[in-house]
C-alpha cells in the first residue's frame, strides 16, 4: 500500500491509475466533488472500463456541470452516474482487479496535484489481506440501495448551470439556492433503514448463481451441437461451455491494445444474445485447433482436478496434489500472481515465478485454518459433498464469503470455479471471466459472482 499526498511525498494520484494492460472488472467510485479537469474517466474510456459512480448533489454545486454532462454523454459508453443528495462526502475508487484508493482527494484538478491530500491506495493483494475486499463491496452494496439516489439527467445538469449562476452572484442567500433545487434536502443515511446485510448479500447471490446457470445450461444444451473435431465426444458439456467462453473472451472480446471491453460487446449483443449465440458457437465449431489452450483445459487439467476431489480421494490429498490444483485454476492464479511475496515471507520486491508462487501458496494456505478450523482440504470437501447437491450454491457463498468459513487470499471465484471441474455433473466453472464473456455475448449477467 502506499501514502498519496501529491507534492509532500510525491506520491500523486495519477501515477496509481492501472497500465492500459490491466485486466479490471469494472470501476466503482463514490466521490464528492469533481471537475473535468482529471484524466479519471478518459482513462476508464480508453481503456473500455465500466464506471459506475455516485457523486454528491446540492444547491452548492459539488460537481462541475461540465462534468456531468461528460458523465450522461457517455452513458452510452458504460459511464453511469447517481447523485447523492447532501450528505456525501466520501472519496473512494476501486477499480476491480487491481486495487483501491481510499482518502481525501475529490475529483479534482486541485486534489490530483496541488493540495495536500492524504489518502492511501491499496492494491488487491492488500485488499485481500486486510478484508477490505468484502467491507468495500458492503459499501458499495449500501449505497446502490439508497432510496435517496437520483439518476443523472439532463434536466439535473440545467438546473445545476442554473444554480451555478445564482452561485456567482453574492447577494443571493443560500436559502434562495435551496428553494430552486428540484430535490429536496436529504437527511442522510441515518433516516436509512439498513436490512440484515448477510441476509441480503446471500439472497442477491443465490438470484445471480440462478439466473446466470440457466444461461449456461441453455448454452450446455446446444454446445455438443458446435463441438470442433479436437474435443472428444466424452468432454463433459459444462467444461465445453466453459471453454468455448474461455476461446470466445480470449480471442474474440480481447483487442489488440490489450482491453477486453465486454461491456461495448454487450450493447450491442444484448439485442439478440442468441444470434450472438450462434454466431460465435459456428465460429467455435470451425476451430481447426484449439486458440488458446483449451485442450489442455479440458484434457489434463480438469481430469487431474476431478480425480483429485473426487469422493474417494480428496481426504487423502498431498501437498504436491494441492498445489497442481491450484495451478490448474485460472482464478486462483490469477489472484496469486498478485499476491506481495510478504505474505508467503520474502521481501516485497522479491520476484516470483508463477511456479514458485503456486508452491509457496500451497504450503501458505496448509498451515492455515478457518475460524470453523477447517483445513483448506475440509473447505472443498464440504462445499463438495456435505450437504445437497441443490444447495450447493449456498456452501459455494460461505466458504467465499462467510467470515467462519472463508480463506483470506482463497475467495469465491477459485472455489465456484474448481467445484466446476470437480463435479461438472451438476455445476459448472464458474469465475469473473465466465460472467465477463456471458455479458459479452449479450447477457443480463453480473460480472461479479
Given at each position: 500500500m502506499?501514502?498519496?499526498?501529491?507534492?509532500?511525498?510525491?506520491?500523486?494520484?495519477?501515477?496509481f491509475?492501472p497500465?492500459?494492460?490491466?485486466?479490471?472488472?469494472?470501476?466503482?467510485?463514490?466521490?464528492?466533488y469533481?471537475?473535468?479537469?482529471?484524466?479519471?474517466?478518459?482513462?476508464?474510456?480508453?481503456?473500455?472500463?465500466r464506471?459506475?459512480i455516485?457523486m454528491?448533489?446540492?444547491?452548492?454545486?459539488?460537481?462541475?456541470?461540465?462534468?456531468?454532462s461528460k458523465?450522461?454523454?457517455?452513458t452510452?459508453n458504460n459511464?453511469f452516474?447517481?447523485?447523492?443528495?447532501?450528505?456525501?462526502?466520501?472519496k473512494?475508487i476501486?477499480?476491480k482487479?487491481?486495487?483501491?484508493?481510499?482518502g481525501?482527494?475529490n475529483l479534482?484538478?486541485?486534489?490530483?496535484?496541488?493540495?495536500i491530500?492524504?489518502?492511501?491506495?491499496?492494491?488487491?493483494?492488500d485488499?485481500?489481506?486486510?478484508?477490505?475486499?468484502?467491507?468495500?463491496?458492503?459499501?458499495?452494496?449500501n449505497?446502490?440501495?439508497?432510496?435517496?439516489?437520483?439518476?443523472?439527467?439532463?434536466e439535473?445538469i440545467?438546473?445545476?448551470?442554473?444554480?451555478?449562476k445564482?452561485?456567482?452572484e453574492?447577494e443571493k442567500?443560500?436559502?434562495?439556492?435551496?428553494?430552486?433545487?428540484?430535490v429536496?434536502?436529504w437527511?442522510?443515511v441515518?433516516?436509512y433503514d439498513?436490512?440484515?446485510e448477510?441476509d441480503?448479500?446471500?439472497d442477491?447471490?443465490?438470484?445471480?448463481?440462478?439466473?446466470?446457470?440457466?444461461v449456461?445450461?441453455?448454452i450446455?444444451?446446444?454446445?455438443?451441437?458446435?463441438r470442433p473435431?479436437?474435443?472428444?465426444?466424452?468432454?463433459?458439456?459444462f467444461w465445453?461451455?466453459d471453454?468455448?467462453l474461455?476461446?470466445?473472451?480470449y480471442?474474440?472480446?480481447?483487442?489488440?491494445?490489450?482491453?477486453?471491453?465486454?461491456e461495448?460487446y454487450h450493447?450491442?449483443?444484448?439485442?439478440?444474445?442468441?444470434?450472438a449465440?450462434?454466431n460465435m458457437?459456428?465460429?467455435?465449431?470451425?476451430?481447426?485447433a484449439?486458440?488458446s489452450?483449451?485442450?489442455?483445459n479440458?484434457?489434463?487439467?480438469?481430469?487431474y482436478?476431478?480425480e483429485?476431489?473426487?469422493k474417494?480421494?480428496i481426504?487423502?490429498?498431498?501437498?504436491?496434489?494441492?498445489?497442481?490444483i491450484?495451478s490448474?485454476?485460472h482464478?486462483?492464479?490469477?489472484?496469486?500472481?498478485?499476491?506481495?511475496a510478504?505474505?508467503f515471507?520474502h521481501?516485497?520486491k522479491?520476484a516470483?515465478?508463477?511456479?514458485?508462487?503456486?508452491?509457496?501458496?500451497?504450503?501458505?494456505?496448509?498451515?492455515?485454518?478457518?475460524?470453523k478450523g477447517?483445513?483448506?482440504?475440509?473447505?472443498l470437501?464440504?462445499v463438495l459433498?456435505?450437504?445437497?447437491?441443490?444447495?450447493?450454491w449456498?456452501r459455494?457463498?460461505?466458504?467465499?464469503?462467510?467470515?467462519?468459513?472463508?480463506?483470506?487470499?482463497?475467495?469465491?471465484n477459485?472455489?465456484?470455479?474448481?467445484?466446476?471441474?470437480?463435479?461438472?455433473?451438476?455445476?459448472?466453472?464458474?469465475?469473473?471471466?465466465?460472467n465477463?464473456a456471458?455479458?459479452a455475448?449479450?447477457?443480463?449477467?453480473?460480472?461479479?459472482?
Amino acid at each position: 500500500m502506499k501514502l498519496i499526498a501529491n507534492g509532500l511525498n510525491k506520491q500523486f494520484f495519477s501515477s496509481f491509475l492501472p497500465p492500459s494492460d490491466s485486466e479490471i472488472d469494472g470501476v466503482v467510485a463514490a466521490i464528492a466533488y469533481g471537475d473535468d479537469k482529471t484524466m479519471f474517466l478518459e482513462h476508464c474510456l480508453k481503456n473500455h472500463h465500466r464506471l459506475d459512480i455516485w457523486m454528491r448533489y446540492d444547491h452548492t454545486v459539488p460537481v462541475a456541470p461540465s462534468f456531468l454532462s461528460k458523465l450522461l454523454l457517455n452513458t452510452r459508453n458504460n459511464i453511469f452516474c447517481k447523485l447523492v443528495p447532501d450528505c456525501l462526502h466520501c472519496k473512494v475508487i476501486w477499480w476491480k482487479g487491481y486495487g483501491a484508493y481510499i482518502g481525501s482527494a475529490n475529483l479534482t484538478d486541485r486534489a490530483w496535484n496541488t493540495n495536500i491530500e492524504a489518502g492511501v491506495f491499496y492494491c488487491e493483494s492488500d485488499l485481500y489481506s486486510s478484508n477490505l475486499i468484502s467491507q468495500l463491496e458492503e459499501f458499495f452494496d449500501n449505497l446502490a440501495s439508497l432510496d435517496c439516489c437520483i439518476d443523472l439527467s439532463q434536466e439535473i445538469i440545467d438546473e445545476q448551470k442554473q444554480l451555478q449562476k445564482l452561485k456567482i452572484e453574492k447577494e443571493k442567500k443560500e436559502l434562495e439556492l435551496i428553494k430552486k433545487r428540484l430535490v429536496p434536502v436529504w437527511g442522510g443515511v441515518n433516516n436509512y433503514d439498513k436490512p440484515k446485510e448477510n441476509d441480503k448479500r446471500k439472497d442477491s447471490f443465490r438470484k445471480e448463481w440462478d439466473s446466470t446457470l440457466s444461461v449456461i445450461r441453455n448454452i450446455s444444451s446446444q454446445i455438443n451441437d458446435f463441438r470442433p473435431d479436437w474435443i472428444s465426444e466424452d468432454i463433459p458439456v459444462f467444461w465445453q461451455t466453459d471453454q468455448f467462453l474461455h476461446a470466445y473472451y480470449y480471442n474474440q472480446v480481447h483487442q489488440n491494445d490489450n482491453t477486453y471491453p465486454y461491456e461495448d460487446y454487450h450493447r450491442v449483443n444484448s439485442k439478440d444474445p442468441q444470434a450472438a449465440l450462434m454466431n460465435m458457437l459456428s465460429w467455435w465449431k470451425s476451430l481447426s485447433a484449439p486458440p488458446s489452450n483449451e485442450d489442455t483445459n479440458m484434457g489434463i487439467y480438469a481430469p487431474y482436478i476431478r480425480e483429485h476431489l473426487s469422493k474417494k480421494n480428496i481426504s487423502s490429498l498431498t501437498e504436491d496434489n494441492l498445489q497442481k490444483i491450484f495451478s490448474y485454476t485460472h482464478a486462483t492464479m490469477d489472484h496469486v500472481i498478485k499476491m506481495s511475496a510478504e505474505t508467503f515471507g520474502h521481501a516485497a520486491k522479491t520476484a516470483l515465478n508463477k511456479k514458485e508462487r503456486a508452491i509457496l501458496f500451497t504450503k501458505w494456505i496448509m498451515a492455515q485454518t478457518n475460524q470453523k478450523g477447517m483445513t483448506v482440504t475440509e473447505l472443498l470437501h464440504y462445499v463438495l459433498y456435505d450437504g445437497k447437491t441443490s444447495l450447493m450454491w449456498e456452501r459455494i457463498y460461505l466458504a467465499g464469503k462467510d467470515e467462519e468459513y472463508r480463506f483470506q487470499h482463497y475467495g469465491i471465484n477459485s472455489i465456484a470455479e474448481v467445484v466446476g471441474w470437480a463435479r461438472p455433473e451438476d455445476t459448472p466453472p464458474r469465475n469473473g471471466r465466465t460472467n465477463k464473456a456471458l455479458r459479452a455475448l449479450g447477457y443480463p449477467v453480473r460480472v461479479n459472482i
